[in-house]
């Protein structure tokens, strides 16, 4: 089992930029599909991003696109999402989850399957505000 330490939140104004790791044990990163997700007071959680293991398969929910990026260091053994042009709406609880990719060969979904990500972190909370 893959355990996921999130780090890296916090409060920023509108417009800045903060970047989320998400730092993994017990078991080698690069085997897994990575998702971000996020889930602000009062509403469901939802995808924000995912990576298929190999990185060719990146998946970005409209509402971030172009603002956010996902990366990993299989080096690091850390998966990164940068957010910059933050806005209100961003505020969130944040976490990375993992499945190993043989679970689910070409798996990286944001808006279905939430269920097939096995391991999670214990979320980041991100705060938009002036």
């Known amino acids: 089992q893959l355990q996921l330490v999130e780090s890296g939140g916090g409060l920023v104004q509108p417009g800045g930029s903060l970047r989320l790791s998400c730092a993994a044990s017990?078991?080698?990163?690069?085997?897994?599909?990575i998702a971000w997700f996020r889930q602000a007071p009062g509403k469901e959680r939802g995808g924000v991003s995912c990576?298929?293991?190999?990185?060719?398969?990146?998946e970005y929910a409209d509402s971030v696109k172009g603002r956010f990026t996902i990366s990993r260091s299989d080096v690091k053994d850390t998966v990164y999402l940068q957010m910059n042009s933050l806005k209100p709406e961003d505020t969130a609880d944040y976490y990375c989850?993992?499945?190993?990719?043989?679970?689910?060969?070409?798996?990286?979904?944001?808006?279905?399957?939430?269920?097939?990500?096995?391991?999670w972190g214990q979320g980041i909370q991100v705060t938009v505000s002036s």
């Open positions: 989850a993992a499945v190993h990719w043989m679970s689910y060969p070409g798996f990286c979904s944001l808006a279905d399957g939430q269920e097939r990500y096995r391991d």
């Open positions: 017990g078991g080698t990163l690069d085997d897994y599909t």
């Open positions: 990576s298929t293991h190999s990185g060719g398969r990146l």
